[in-house]
DNA sequence: GATTAAATGATATTTTTATCACAACAAAAG
DNA sequence: CTTTTGTTGTGATAAAAATATCATTTAATC
């Protein structure tokens, strides 16, 4: 029942929920959120209901407790350790995306096996390859980001399952299949602009949007 | 009928009809396309029945006009020209980004309000955001990556939309209300990895892959 | 050339996901 | 204290998506 689309609304919800704080909103209507996430006001509520969130009947919710609950699922209220392999350009930016640390999520250590590309001054340091298993053992990292080229994506994606890690977010432009117990999710950068063409291609044809 | 998860399919039947090749196959069939993209036999002869693609009974599909009749269809026999706002981390990632060029796709101009990134000495021409406009006439772009800041984001597409951009790809953490005919394709990189750690958490709690 | 085997393509079925509709309830008004 | 109003929470309903089934057709074999 709880799949991944209604996970990713959740955050949605979440997100959508610090603006409306931040507009000095203190209790919100699952129309409200339904409009600030863009979904029905049944979803919102349906959603709520598969977690066991509560509001109060024609009271709505309050938005401190709702953020504070959603983080709670999430896993958000304490800190999410992760570690990152790869440090070319795509595994330095998220090295540097300032929007986990915000999120509850920090990025412990970065590995490569470049040995140039290997540094301990920055604010992540980003140490070799041969170092990823104790280091993932001792802070006991269990979500990994991959962000190496495509031929080396499928070995790397092993190291990672053979040190621990269950969770792999997946940027190399192959589909990487999940092992038993281990969850992968494939962002494919190229896929995802396809797709955008794919659809303003179709709606200058058609004079309307796919 | 045709909706994203469906062209999304149909990308990596493409990545995975193009490994096939380079591994010697000729013809494909159903079955096998599926294993290589995690799908089901069924699903891969109804995508294609949606997009009139057809196969010999029997006898499969030939792979060479299976790639170009995909390609044909997400209109990638045409190299498909994109421009980028904001070169700070990730923009830069996305401008060094091989995968785009092999799949046919160029960006042709990046764009910063920051006049210490602009410098036309890379092999992508980073400009002032003054001249976004006319660029985007002179070379007839109609989609765009938007990775900028999120309080600049909104302003941004604003500015891109203005200038005749009817497909972004969004990578700031807000959600960008598609406006009317315009196609929007957010990439939330701090959504992604809390959907990936709230599934490792829960099948750490029961056990089992969420 | 007839027979057999195997994959397609169309249709039917099942499963999943989202929406609707309304009873239950709490706050506000009278 | 009673009535009205408006929102939640959820079972029922509808829509959409994925999967299974099977007749049909075609390549390969004899």
Redesign the pocket.
């Known amino acids: 029942?709880i799949?991944?689309?209604?996970i990713i609304r959740l955050s949605r919800y979440k997100s959508a929920l610090k603006r409306l704080k931040a507009l000095g909103f203190v209790k919100?209507?699952?129309?409200n959120l339904a409009d600030a996430a863009g979904?029905?006001?049944?979803?919102v509520?349906?959603d709520?209901?598969l977690f066991g969130?509560?509001?109060?009947?024609?009271?709505?919710?309050n938005v401190d407790e709702l953020i504070e609950r959603i983080q709670e699922i999430l896993g958000k209220n304490e800190l999410q350790k992760v570690v990152l392999i790869g440090a070319g350009h795509i595994g330095n930016a998220l090295l540097r995306y300032k929007g986990f640390e915000t999120g509850g999520i920090k990025i412990m250590g970065a590995f490569d096996i470049d040995p140039e590309k290997v540094r301990s001054d920055g604010e992540v340091p980003v140490l070799p390859l041969e170092e990823f298993h104790e280091f993932v053992h001792k802070h006991s990292i269990r979500v990994g980001i991959l962000a190496v080229p495509d031929v080396a994506a499928h070995h790397v994606s092993e190291i990672m399952i053979g040190a621990g890690i269950t969770g792999i977010l997946n940027f190399a432009p192959i589909q990487l299949r999940g092992a038993e117990g281990v969850i992968i999710n494939n962002i494919n950068l190229e896929v995802e602009l396809e797709n955008l063409i794919y659809f303003v291609n179709a709606s200058e044809k058609t004079g309307k949007k796919g």
């Open positions: 029942m799949n991944r689309k209604c919100v209507f699952s129309g979904v029905t006001s049944s979803q509520r349906k709520f209901s969130i509560t509001g109060n009947r024609r009271g709505g919710y």
